[in-house]
């Protein structure tokens, strides 16, 4: 029998693809032989917008800056866990404009507690929080010095995870939290090396595993609030299995943002505390 699930309002800082471009990401996950219709990708933008107020969440947004065109990914451009505020830092200078915004928003909201780090990261797009820790890829994007540095800052315990797999370069792509008080995830083993997929084993036994078929659909892009779970449409084969662990999945199309590298997760970074 599926455990009873509930539902705790979130709150999200989002930023409108006003200026999107797909051939600003990096990642293999870019379309390269055509450009993202800017039109759709905000239509879509505002849906999973609407998808969030719908299901009781708040929605913040942060101004987008023409020179920024992958601003929709916010959150590429920190972490807050306990109203503390661990900033990214981009490998390629041209994005740290991005962080430099992200950290002064936030702190024009009250968050006061803010750290710019001295090694690369990508913001939450490689960390993952859980109740008990902190799950932190490496591999791709992020250098496993930031780890640490992530651990002294938060005072939470950090797992670091090695990335294997060139298609999922971040951990956002190939992990998702499912329920952040009972440390429960889903994954896709294959995106791990062998030694970090036997860590998160051992540490979450009973994950949801998914298939490569729906981990390439973006489905573990995926936002939850403990019950409903936001995760684009297309990954289809994901529904059944959350629902029998008591989940609600709601579907988005995200489609032109996948064009850019990201999806549900990317476009939402969660302001807790």
């Known amino acids: 029998m599926a455990p009873a699930r509930r539902a705790t309002p979130r709150r999200y800082l989002m930023c409108p693809p006003v200026h999107f471009d797909a051939a600003c990401a990096a990642d293999p ?31 913040e947004e942060l101004p987008p800056d023409p020179a920024l065109p992958g601003m929709v990914f916010t959150a590429n451009g920190a972490t807050v866990v306990d109203g503390r505020v661990f900033g990214a830092r981009f490998a390629d200078p041209r994005w740290e404009p991005e962080a430099e915004l992200h950290l002064e928003w936030l702190a ?19 960390l993952a929080v859980t109740g008990s820790w902190l799950l932190a890829g490496h591999g791709f994007r992020t250098n496993p010095l930031a780890h640490g540095e992530a651990q002294e800052f938060f005072g939470r315990p950090v797992i670091s995870v090695q990335l294997a797999d060139r298609r999922f370069p971040r951990l956002g792509l190939a992990l998702a939290v499912l329920d952040d008080t009972a440390d429960e995830i889903a994954y896709y083993p294959p995106a791990f090396s062998p030694g970090s997929r036997e860590v998160l084993r051992q540490l979450f036994p009973d994950a949801l595993t998914v298939t490569e078929e729906d981990a390439a659909a973006f489905g573990l892009n ?30 988005v199309d995200l489609s032109e943002l996948h064009k850019g590298g990201g999806s549900v997760k990317c476009c939402s970074l969660e302001l807790r505390g």
């Open 108 to 126: 024009a909201r009250g968050f006061s507690r803010l750290h710019m780090p001295v090694h690369i990261n990508e913001g939450e797009s490689d």
């Open 222 to 251: 995926a936002v939850s609030d403990g019950l409903h779970v936001v995760l684009p449409q297309t990954a289809t084969g994901l529904y059944g299995p959350l629902r029998e662990r008591g989940f609600e999945p709601v579907g």
């Open 29 to 59: 996950w870019t379309v390269r032989d055509g450009a993202a219709d800017a039109a759709l990708a905000l239509a879509q933008w505002e849906k999973l917008r609407e998808v969030y107020r719908s299901l009781g969440h708040t929605v």
